[in-house]
């Protein structure tokens, strides 16, 4: 393109981000057996616990609930993102754990087909 002094190159518009959708199983698989067990323990609800802990029980269980209802797995959506970045938060993931499973590169036998 001639700026009037130059040829300069077009501008070029940004690229978008390549889909971030897995199918549910690729997502249950990128946890470890450990730390589903300890998803599924956080989900149990127990009456004489106080509220906060029965508000995080009824949490993991809606992020639950959320992922099985869903077609696929978009790891880019903010509610998914924000359900593994609670798991982290509340313990039940170590420390960094949200992060390698939400970012990790998506491998062919993950995608949705």
Same mark, same amino acid.
């Given at each position: 393109m001639?700026?009037?002094? %130059?040829?300069?190159?077009m501008?070029?518009?940004p690229?978008? @981000?390549p889909?971030r959708r897995?199918t549910?199983?690729?997502? +249950?698989?990128r946890f470890?057996?450990? *730390?589903k067990?300890?998803?599924? /323990? =956080?989900?149990?609800d %127990?009456?004489?616990?106080g =509220?906060?802990?029965? $508000? $995080?029980?009824a949490?993991?269980r809606?992020?639950? @609930? %959320?992922a099985?209802? @869903?077609?696929?797995?978009d790891l880019?959506? %903010?509610?998914t +993102?924000a359900?593994?970045?609670? /798991? *982290?938060?509340a313990?039940? /993931?170590g420390?960094?754990?949200a /992060? ?8 062919p036998h993950?995608r949705?087909?």
């Open positions: 001639w700026n009037g002094t %130059d040829v300069v190159p501008p070029t518009a690229q978008e @981000a889909p897995i549910k199983l690729a997502f +249950r698989n470890t057996v450990a *730390e067990v300890a998803i599924d /323990l =956080a989900s149990i %127990d009456p004489s616990s =509220a906060a802990a029965r $508000q $995080q029980a949490a993991v809606v992020s639950l @609930a %959320d099985a209802a @869903a077609a696929y797995i880019a959506r %903010d509610d +993102r359900g593994v970045l609670m /798991l *982290e938060a313990g039940i /993931l420390a960094g754990r /992060l390698e499973i939400l970012d990790a590169d998506i491998q993950e949705v087909q």
